[in-house]
């Protein structure tokens, strides 16, 4: 599956249910300021719903008497998704950036009372075992590495992930494969095509989910995300990707 994320994926019934807990923990963890003023106008508002309902498994955090699956925030950042996975799986969160992460982990494990188990890795390389992963998430992450770069961290996240298991992230996309290089803090930006999409798993034994792709859409999607998110204009726009683990 490689889908476009429509804009108009925010007036469903089941984002605006994930986006008000969401805003509800941003409200708790940060502040209101910041939940109401940066998360709730923030692209995050598509790829968080996007990618928890592409997970196969839809846990709550009521059932707590059930056993979790093991899901893995590859490229986790410093976010609320982490917290809203927590509550429902058993979440392992990685990122190559370090201490002031792991900082930020331990401050909301213990605000919130979870298990973000965070730790400081690169995807290229982690200390994981093989198979050990049910699902793997990664939003708006990936394409801060060039191509080369990412075609090995595929490779890892394919040795990882057990057998049945899915990979639900977003990227960056355009009508046209290019990359960006942008400030210290982010310094680079690849925006994907469906092929170069393909590309990345090619030497891997991951599979898309489905033949879905709507990318025939993509000027009549992208205009309609620019007059919501008006600084991303003649940039690029999010794509949501489901891999299935045969």
Not at 194 to 221: A, R, Y
Request: aromatic content about 12%; overall charge negative.
């Amino acid at each position: 599956m490689i889908e476009l994320l429509d804009i108009d994926l925010k007036n469903t019934f089941e984002y605006q249910r994930v986006n008000e807990e969401l805003i509800e923990i941003c409200r708790t963890s940060h502040s209101i300021k910041e939940a109401e003023e940066s998360l709730a106008i923030s692209q995050y508002m598509l790829d968080y719903p996007w990618i928890y309902w592409h997970l196969p498994v839809k846990a709550i955090p009521e059932a707590a008497f059930l056993p979790k699956d093991k899901i893995l925030d590859a490229g986790c950042g410093r976010g609320v998704f982490q917290i809203f996975l927590a509550k429902r799986y058993e979440l392992y969160t990685v990122d190559r950036r370090g201490s002031h992460i792991e900082e930020w982990s331990k401050e909301k494990e213990k605000q919130f009372d979870v298990d973000l188990r965070f730790s400081c890795q690169n995807l290229k390389c982690t200390n994981f075992e093989s198979n050990f992963f049910d699902h793997i998430v990664s939003c708006s992450s990936l394409e801060h590495n060039p191509i080369e770069d990412a075609k090995i961290i595929f490779k890892e996240l394919d040795r990882i992930l057990k057998p049945g298991g899915r990979i639900v992230f977003t990227l960056e996309a355009y009508k046209e494969f290019k990359t960006w290089y942008g400030s210290p803090a982010d310094p680079i930006i690849t925006c994907y095509t469906p092929d170069k999409i393909k590309e990345l798993i090619e030497d891997t034994g991951l599979k898309l989910l489905n033949d879905k792709d709507n990318f025939d859409n993509f000027d009549t999607l992208f205009s309609k995300f620019c007059k919501t998110y008006p600084m991303y204009v003649s940039r690029c726009m999010p794509v949501g990707v489901v891999l299935q683990k045969p």
